[in-house]
């Protein structure tokens, strides 16, 4: 305010200067001064906050002053894609597992509008980590379906902090996707960045297994006992792989603020081929360098940054590792951009090694007892699409996308030459997995594939979705088929 | 309407010794539907959407009706957006009364087979799952099961007012541990509770506790009840 004062001063005494004058509005706007208590911020102006929806985030703080930051926030119940034909209904902020992102700095007045949509049959509220004061807001924000409640506070900490609805049962508000980020940024803001991300993991309690299909309800039992049937990033499987992978230059380095809603695990999180330059511990003040995997806590959350030094795909995952790969805790970032061959030199030599004692590996079978609850494919159509929707829950972590697989590891599965030899050794590796070296399109491979826990209709399915996509020869595999290679 | 018989029972709030008597009461089969509330506002004009006063009904009330006397939905769908004032003028005008929270709660424990099913794992999923599901007000009455005393749609089809809808939470405060009245929200939640398995008593009570008697909402109705005394005395009426 003093600033502005000095500042009017000088435009009295030079009238044609009015227009500095203006464009000093902006200057104004930044502060040095420093508050011992940040309470005593003053603010200045009021301001919409702008909210995003995951991955992104709002625009940095930067070196603006303290505001009233109203914002404005809709709960919504809505049904939602778990993964390819499992539908959830999933309870929102802003309509979105997590919810929108809200960005402040240290001293803001948050005026915080939380609405709950007509339609919705529970009441809700928000329980904001970044709040000091009774339930983080829980009782001022209690809101039945149909209204708004508003109230305020000031943000004094900074750090990444969750919010999550807190109203009975808690756990099955926090476990239908009641949770997000609020960043509360220092003084000056956080050093800039080449891109930020937001990414958030939250386990689901289905009736149904993983990848059961149709509407799948909260399992209130599953919960209890903790054993979720999906441990996502972003809400759903695949909500940040293939297309929807995040992106990055080589040479940028990389902000992830990585929240964990639970509503009970806990995350080991990681990035494959990376290693954390920096950690907010917790999201909070103390800086780690030089990170491989963060604990993040539930209802916790890190800062972690990254300079990404060489091209190619880099996978997220909770490193409680069959949560990544049964359960979809798999995240990627594509870096695109020169390889650096002083950081990485790829593969160079490939030697045989066979220790004694190793066996095929395999997946515990299900006893086969699925049968009766299964929806069965009724038309060619139905039954690419499922084989698709099995495909991008089971196969694509290795097989990739468009079933280019991954060089060097996975072989390919498009206009593959082993694939199109041979139905029944396809059906067969599929049933019981595949082990030592095989030579597909010209190329070397020797890795391990579990077998697959899959019915005969499932394999089928899946089986005939890869056979009629990315140039394959299509063929179309019967569950018969199936059966018969699995009795020979 | 049906009689249900009276018993003792422990609601979801109370030390475990705090049983609650519940005398014998009447109680609608069916929740009020559009059709009923459509002919209450034309014998009871005071209630039309144009003249309620806001005393005694917030914006909402019959939000979806297009006029004074076109609902939208299925005629035989429950009355929703209703406000308790409204609900109660409703019984009143017939000669009954909203029933009681725990004349409510005694009656809802019921399955299609026994009085108390709160510790039947089906029953509590069913009702979970209803929560869940979305849209379910726009479904006719008696579409879902009927319970041991003969009455439909308890669970199913909307949340339902009752005479004292918000005497178990009042404020909505959150961490305090003194009051028990008002710790319905996180740990304390579970601290207040006698029986930490029946989460969807916790969401029910969570519900009324949201709601003021003004406010109404797109999925909640009610029903009536009565004593039985009153019955008696009439009887010719029916």
Redo the contacts between chains.
Sequence with gaps: MNLRIKKNFVTKMLLGLSTIAFLSGCVNDQSDKTYDDAVDIPTNQEMVAELTSPPFVPTPVGKRMAKKLIVDLEIQ???GEMVGGVKY?YWTFGGTVPGSFIRTRVGDELEFHLKNH??????H?I?LHAVNG???G??SS??????EKVFSFKVLNPGLYVYHC?????G?HIA?GMYGLILVEPEGGLEPVDREYYVMQGEFYT?GGYGDRGMQ?????KAINENPDYVVFNGHVGALTGDNAMTAKVGETVRLFVGNGGPSLISSFHVIGEIFDKVHVEGGDLLNHNVQTTLIPASGSAIVEFKVDTPGSFILVDHSMFRAFNKGALAMLNVEGEENKKVFTGEIHDGIYLPEGSVIQSMPSLDRKKAKEEVKALSFEEKMKFGKDKYMATCVACHQGNGQGIAGAFPPLAKSDYLNADVDRAIDIVLHGKTGEITVNGEKYNSVMTAQALSDEEVSNVLTYVYNSWGNSKKEVTPQMVEAVRNR | MVTVKGGVYLPLYGAADQLIDVDSFMMDVLPVTNTDYLKFVQENPKWKKSNVKALFADKSYLAKWTDDTSFTGLPDAPVNNVSWFAAKKYCECQGKRLPTMDEWEFAAMANEDVQDARKIKSYNQYILNWYEAPRTYNKSVGSTFKNYWGIYDLHGLVWEWTQDFNSVLISGESRKDQDKDSNLFCGSAAIGASDLMNYAAFMRYAFRGSMKARYSSQNLGFRCAKDIEKLDVGQKDL
């Design positions: 119940e809505r049904e209904v007509p339609d919705n049959k529970l009441p509220n329980d009774p339930g983080g829980a009782e209690f809101v039945a379906p149909g209204h807190a109203t009975a049962p808690v099955m239908n009736e309800a909260f399992d209130m039992q």
